[in-house]
């Protein structure tokens, strides 16, 4: 999906990069070859690593089957369909001086629709409480943003529980120890069109690499960025 004219991926692969993030797993199902064509060109299969599933195996099913790969540090976790602009060293930094005995960092935002997202509840320190995933009635718009920094521990429960879910499976679980950091500048999902036509107008300044090859020629041919500006 295009935000100003470049794929939303790479706006997270950038980040990334300037955040010192030096190992990137791209988890590509539907649409796959779509992805892994984007992610052949030059500057970016050198940093990163596609991990292709035929069947979803969920957030936490897809750490789990990759458990070997990532074991043995801290490790962040993004659902990268989201729309997210943020100072991703700030996340990174503040998760290695997070509150004692926490072993998730979750990324939060307020959200102008909570019955569809994830809303927690926090105490004096910031720490998860209590989870209300997808409910109606909620009477807060504090959420979570679906990007988190993990412990090997977590991984190594996710591994021993067998489980799939992350928001249903594993959260629940580490009530209690999971720290939150506020993304307090874009975070937008854009699984709508009249969504992405809006992200179109947010105003980002995260860095982003500029390249005029085949690709970037390709993609901006796509009837997509039309759509957006009818």
Not at 120 to 147: D, L, P, R
Not at 203 to 220: G, H, P, V
Request: glycine share 4%; proline share 3%.
């Amino acid at each position: 999906m295009p935000i100003k004219n470049k794929p939303l991926l790479e706006y997270w692969l950038s980040n990334l990069v300037d955040s010192n993030v030096n190992e990137i797993f791209i988890n590509t199902h539907y649409l796959s070859e779509k992805v892994e064509s984007f992610l052949k060109q030059e500057h970016l299969s050198k940093i990163t690593k596609i991990i292709y599933e035929p069947a979803l195996l969920g957030t936490a099913g897809s750490l789990r089957n990759n458990a070997n790969k990532f074991r043995n540090k801290p490790l962040l976790v993004a659902h990268a369909d989201n729309w997210v602009c943020t100072d991703l060293k700030k996340f990174i930094n503040y998760h290695f001086r997070r509150p004692k005995n926490t072993v998730i960092t979750m990324m939060t935002f307020r959200t102008d629709h909570p019955e569809s997202c994830g809303i927690i509840e926090t105490n004096k320190q910031g720490v998860v409480t209590n989870f209300h995933e997808k409910k109606k009635f909620v009477k807060s718009n504090y959420a979570n943003g679906a990007v988190y920094i993990i412990e090997p521990e977590v991984i190594d429960f996710i591994v021993k529980k067998e489980l799939n879910d992350f928001s249903n499976d594993v959260i629940p679980n580490f009530l209690g120890r999971i720290a939150t950091w506020e993304n307090t500048g874009i975070h937008r999902d854009i699984g709508s069109i009249e969504s992405l036509r809006k992200a179109q107008k947010d105003n980002c300044n995260s860095s982003i690499w500029t390249f005029d090859n085949d690709w970037t020629k390709s993609f901006l041919k796509n009837n997509i960025h039309k759509e957006l500006f009818k």
